[in-house]
């Protein structure tokens, strides 16, 4: 342990040789086009400076060079730093989020931010890295065994407190997060059948809501009966769980009716609405555009527009009249489809992409069983909030506001973003020395 | 599995994205995108639509300004509705049932509240038009005519229809595009090309620029100005004869298959369909069915053409050498088909050629036909030669004139019959009433014009069009200026011609000859037949007049079609001189013919099937 502590901090090169440059080359390129496409959602005639921290794109260049220093920092850092005080962030990153009932700032009606005077601190990005942190190392903790119950439970506990913390800001968005880390607790050993029940009934949900109890009733019904007919000769179907899994189902289908109709605000119906296409009269649906699906289908059209080879770089026409809100951070896919085209869209979605892979891979073949669930973490955040994010852009989620990493504009977002991912990359750099 | 679960989920999910990628911005993608991006404001500027003159530079169709009030519905701001539907001079219900279609159609782009203000609104209207945001005045110009005839030739124009739209991208809503006629067949270039000046808006609606720096946008093209080889006088002139009569009369230059005019009675004059009136006329025009001023019978009306067929008939038979000019067949008052008698008026006795065409003997050509057939082993043969003869005529088919509609006629072939009697049941006596123009032959007026033309022309014809100049300068469409041969050799032409001037010597049309001008010609009377609740009737006869003149050096082919005006020279032969006078001399010496057509109508026939009462049909008296 000492010789490795030596090595790594007496030379600092060493560990940017070791590093994973792939990954490091995806996040440059993702950087990158981010910038360009902040600077051409915010960008206003007659203006000459790159470097004006007035404007948003000269605010968010400076975070990049912020996160250049941040990069070097946790490169620098001793590796078992991170494992050894993960638990001690965890706690500070909690008493960040409580502290903000106190003396968060309001932006936009979520109270969500520290006011540090030159930028506004969102600790919920903070907590998105620790608890990445916390989860990894109380799953790789010696004593903890996944397949307990109260285990499990202990797992899923580190996930919800921060959760449970940042709901009431109110930034729903981002508190669904933390619950994609389940999937770093899905590879350490949770049952899967945990997906299979939280996967059905998500089925279920959206099957009631686009088809109809009654619908959803009589497909049961037919593929009940293909089955049985199938399946008679050589299984013998249990029939009481099953039959019992039928009635929950049924059930479940009309309380999804009963909490749709009568739990949810009419704002959350209509996103549903709109989402699954509920809606067919087109005068209702036009108005449904301008209204609360307005994003949706401004951002939609903004990217059809662009058609294969997109309109250039400057030259997207409803970036520059301003028609899709939000459009330099939750939005900004979209000016990438309007400016660049299909050859952007699928550039960015190809580099995502194989960047998860290319992470998910790293942490497979990491022997430090605290470093592949902190990889998986990293993963897991970042996943969702690509396809939180891109899919809302593009049409086929409902609006959930929360930013696409390092693309959207947003100082602490890029810096935490960054700083995950590079905590994962100066652990993987250390990997062969834990073998050795 | 559970170190597959998070990557596949990761792959699935990048193929689903760019599934949907490709569907947004490849399939759904659609290269229109300046006309429908709400951040681009498009501003017009029209052209004047071209002006239409006659074959002599005299004016036909002009333009007048008018003035449209528009609106974009999304730049409607709250205002005194009451007020400004007082301005507009309509009630409130129907202001705001037009703002409502106009936001259906597009919250973003123009459409038309109000039509073609008056001259005193304009006035009213102009000055307190500030006051209304999202509405404003549009100056378009209106179709002006200098002429009340030629409403059918010269077509309309109207707005663009939903069809329009889909059909061709030019178009937006509110504007105007030839609908029937010349206005129609060249709106290209009487249209010309609106200018277009693009704006680069926000979400709020104000300017923020030009796009793109203005590199798009357009001045306008003007409309081109263009010549008819219509004759306004003589156009005039055959519609004030038709004054009471339906059918159609289309005169041809057969050296050049310029149309000097096209007449379809009963006709409405083309101003009618101007003007806030437009609507109201339009449908009181389309919605009598009966007299159908709006259907074209010039080029149409597809009917038996009676006996002018038989100069073709005469025609094939010299041509395929079956008779010459002196080969006699006798007429017992009519000839047989099987055991049928068919009549003829000729007065009977041995017939030759000449005399079988002045005294339009049917069984001289009844006759010619059976030689014909004879000659070749088959029907079926002897079907195909006769077809393709009376094919070169530009008959049963179109015939390729320059006006968006036509009609083929028919000249049945082999399949035709073997189809109607069975194959190969069916002989020459089966379709002998072809010989005649009856049977199964049908020819609008413009084929029976230009069917004149060719034997004027002694064997060819120029395919008859009514574009003469663009921007003064002459057509070179080869499609119009270069001549077309029938099958029939130019020395067979003599013998039949001399046979249609002895029409107007001694003939048939000898009542109508017109001082100084040799005309050769050729009546016809055409049965013809509709229905009376359900039970076959016979009306009065068509009365058909073909002719050209003057004989030796050919100015004018014209065929004149008149329903159920009785027998040739009657209605059609007097309008057929008229019209051949008044074309070559420019003034007509034939009064009393001229007062008779000109007082004379057929109301009382048209009327009678229609009255639900016995009657007669053919009546002497007129």
């Not at chain 2, 041509?319 to 010459?324: S, T």
């Amino acid at each position: 342990m000492g010789r490795s502590l030596r090595l790594t901090s007496m030379s600092g090169n060493s560990v940017l040789k070791r590093v994973d440059w792939l990954s490091v080359l995806f996040y440059i390129a993702i950087v990158f086009i981010g910038w360009l496409n902040i600077y051409s959602s915010t960008v206003t005639e007659g203006e000459s400076s790159l470097f004006n921290f007035n404007t948003l794109h000269g605010k968010q260049l400076f975070f990049a060079g912020a996160s250049v220093i941040a990069i070097m920092l946790v490169l620098a850092l001793e590796v078992n730093f991170y494992e050894r005080f993960s638990s001690l962030f965890y706690l500070l990153s909690m008493i960040l989020l409580l502290g903000l009932f106190v003396f968060g700032k309001t932006i936009a009606g979520a109270t969500s931010w520290y006011d540090l005077g030159f930028f506004n601190l969102q600790p919920s990005e903070l907590a998105k890295v620790t608890t990445a942190l916390a989860l990894a190392k109380y799953l790789s903790d010696i004593q903890t065994d996944i397949k307990r119950r109260k285990d499990q439970l202990y797992a899923l506990l580190i996930l919800f407190i921060p959760a449970v913390l940042i709901i009431p800001q109110p930034d729903p968005g981002s508190a669904l997060v933390f619950f994609a880390l389940i999937f770093v607790i899905f590879r350490e050993g949770l049952p899967l059948y945990y997906l299979g029940i939280v996967l059905l009934a998500i089925l279920i949900f959206v099957a009631t809501l686009k088809f109809g109890t009654l619908w959803l009733c009589i497909g049961l019904a037919l593929l009940t009966t293909v089955f049985f007919l199938v399946k008679r000769k050589t299984f013998k179907v249990p029939i009481i769980p099953f039959a019992s899994v039928l009635v929950i189902t049924v059930l479940f289908s009309l309380s999804v009716n009963f909490v749709f109709n009568s739990v949810f605000e009419q704002r959350h119906r209509d996103r549903f609405g709109l989402w699954l296409r509920l809606e067919k009269d087109p005068k209702k649906l036009e108005q449904i555009r301008k209204t609360i699906g307005y994003n949706t289908y401004q951002s939609e059209k903004a990217i059809e527009s662009g058609g294969f080879f997109g309109k250039g770089f400057l030259e997207g026409t409803r970036t520059k009249g301003d028609f899709v809100p939000e459009q330099h951070s939750d939005y900004i896919f979209s000016t990438i489809g309007e400016e660049w085209g299909f050859i952007g869209t699928a550039t960015v979605v190809l580099l995502f992409t194989f960047l998860l892979l290319r992470l998910v891979y790293l942490a497979e073949r990491q022997k430090n069983p605290f470093s592949r669930m902190y990889g998986y973490g990293v993963v897991s955040i970042l996943f969702i909030h690509f396809f939180i994010n891109v899919g809302m852009v593009i049409g086929i989620l409902p609006t959930i506001g929360i930013p696409l990493p390092y693309m959207s504009y947003g100082g602490s977002g890029l810096l935490f973003f960054t700083i995950l991912l590079f905590i994962f990359l100066r652990l993987d750099a250390n990997r062969l020395k834990e073998g050795a | 599995m559970k170190k597959l679960l998070l990557s596949s989920l990761i792959v699935l999910i990048g193929i689903t994205f760019l599934g949907r990628l490709s569907y947004l911005q490849i399939f759904s993608f659609s290269p229109d995108q300046v006309k429908e991006d709400p951040a681009i404001k498009a501003i017009y500027d029209y052209p004047e639509r071209g002006y239409i003159y006659d074959r002599n530079g005299k004016l036909l169709v002009g333009n007048d300004p008018a003035y449209d009030v528009m609106v974009i519905p999304r730049e409607v701001k709250p205002l005194d509705t009451l007020e400004f539907c007082g301005l507009l001079n309509i009630d409130k219900e129907k202001f705001k049932k037009k703002l409502k279609k106009a936001r259906i159609y597009s919250p973003r782009l123009p459409s038309v509240l109000v039509h073609q203000l008056s001259k005193e609104d304009y006035a009213r209207l102009q000055e307190k038009m500030r006051k209304y945001t999202g509405f404003y005045i549009q100056k378009r110009s209106l179709r002006y005519y200098d002429t009340n005839s030629g409403a059918n030739v010269l077509g309309y124009i109207s707005e663009v229809n939903e069809r329009d739209l889909a059909k061709n991208k030019y178009y937006i809503q509110g504007e105007l595009t030839g609908r029937t006629g010349v206005e129609k067949q060249y709106e290209e270039l009487l249209r010309g090309r609106k200018g277009v000046q693009y704006i680069q808006k926000d979400r709020f609606n104000r300017d923020i620029g030009p796009y793109k720096g203005g590199t798009l946008d357009t001045l306008p093209i003007q409309g081109k100005q263009i010549s008819l080889t219509i004759d306004k006088v003589l156009q005039e002139y055959g519609e004030k004869l038709m004054v009471g009569k339906r059918g159609g009369i289309v005169a041809i230059e057969p050296s050049s298959g310029e149309i000097l005019s096209m007449i379809s009675g009963p006709t409405y004059d083309p101003a009618l369909l101007v003007g806030r009136q437009r609507s109201k006329n339009y449908t009181k025009l389309y919605n009598d069915t009966i007299a159908n001023p709006t259907w074209d019978r010039s080029i149409l009306a597809q009917q038996p053409p009676g006996s002018p067929f038989k100069a073709l008939n005469a025609l094939i038979a010299l041509q395929e050498g079956v008779l010459d000019e002196s080969t006699t067949i006798r007429c017992h008052n009519g000839f047989y088909v099987g055991r049928k008698k068919r009549g003829c008026h000729c007065g009977g006795g041995l017939r030759n050629m000449n005399s079988g065409i002045y005294k339009s003997c049917n069984a001289y050509f009844a006759g010619a036909f059976r030689k014909i057939y004879d000659k070749f082993e088959s029907t079926d043969d002897g079907m195909d030669v006769w077809e393709k003869h009376m094919k070169s005529f530009g008959l049963g088919n179109y015939l390729g004139y320059d006006l968006p509609y036509g009609q083929k006629g028919r000249i049945p072939s082999k399949e035709y019959y073997d189809k109607w009697y069975g194959d190969n049941r069916w002989s020459s006596s089966y379709i002998i009433s072809n010989s005649i123009g009856q049977g199964e032959v049908l020819a609008t007026p413009i084929q029976l014009a230009n069917m004149m033309s060719a034997i004027a022309n002694r064997g060819h014809y120029f395919t008859p069009h009514i574009l003469k100049k663009i921007e003064g300068e002459n057509i070179i469409n080869p499609q119009y200026t270069e001549p077309k041969r029938t099958t029939i050799d130019r020395k067979h032409f003599e013998p039949v011609i001399e046979g249609l001037t002895d029409v107007y010597r001694k003939g048939t049309a000898r009542w109508v000859q017109i001082p100084d001008i040799e005309v050769a010609g050729k009546t016809g009377t055409a049965e013809n037949f509709t229905k009376i609740d359900g039970v076959r009737t016979q009306l009065t006869d068509h009365s058909v007049f073909v002719a050209f003149a003057p004989v030796n050096n050919p100015k004018i082919a014209i065929a004149v079609y008149i329903e159920n005006g009785y027998y040739g020279s009657r209605y059609a032969g007097h309008i057929a001189s008229l019209m051949i006078e008044k074309y070559i001399k420019g003034e007509v010496t034939l009064k009393n013919l001229e007062k008779r057509m000109l007082e004379k109508t057929l109301e009382r026939e048209y009327a009678k099937p229609y009255s639900g009462e016995e009657f007669k049909i053919n009546e002497y008296v007129w």
